[in-house]
Nanobody, 125 residues
């Protein structure tokens, strides 16, 4: 069983930055392909970014390309989401998730088996 735990959310003004962190238990963390999703009130969960186990390949949702950066530090069992130039429409609960074994990457939430509890990001105008 893997349990991701997110942190780093908060309130920020438009144009500002935040860095989210996701730690996950397990000695095999470095083998997990990971993803970030977000869900705004009244909307469906949306793919944000994904990263392969080695960190060598990254993928982004169209709405965050150019503004967000996903990275990982396997020595610290942590995945990061650096969010720059934030906009009010980035306001959402952000979730970290572990991709099902055998898949290289996915933007579909049902391909992810383990989810964190989420961290709230609020961007004021």
């Amino acid at each position: 069983q893997v349990q991701p735990v997110e942190s780093g959310g908060g309130l920020v003004q438009a144009g500002g930055s935040l860095r989210l962190s996701c730690t996950a238990s397990g000695r095999t963390f470095s083998s997990y392909n990971m993803g970030w999703f977000r869900q705004a009130p009244g909307k469906e969960r949306e793919f944000v970014a994904a990263i392969r186990w080695s960190g060598g390949r990254t993928y982004y949702g169209d709405s965050v390309k150019g503004g967000f950066t996903i990275s990982r530090d396997n020595a610290k069992n942590t995945v990061y989401l650096q969010m720059d130039s934030l906009k009010p429409e980035d306001t959402a609960v952000y979730y970290c998730a572990v991709l099902r074994a055998g898949l290289a990457w996915s933007s579909r939430e049902y391909d992810y088996d383990y989810w964190g509890q989420g961290t709230q990001v609020t961007v004021s105008s």
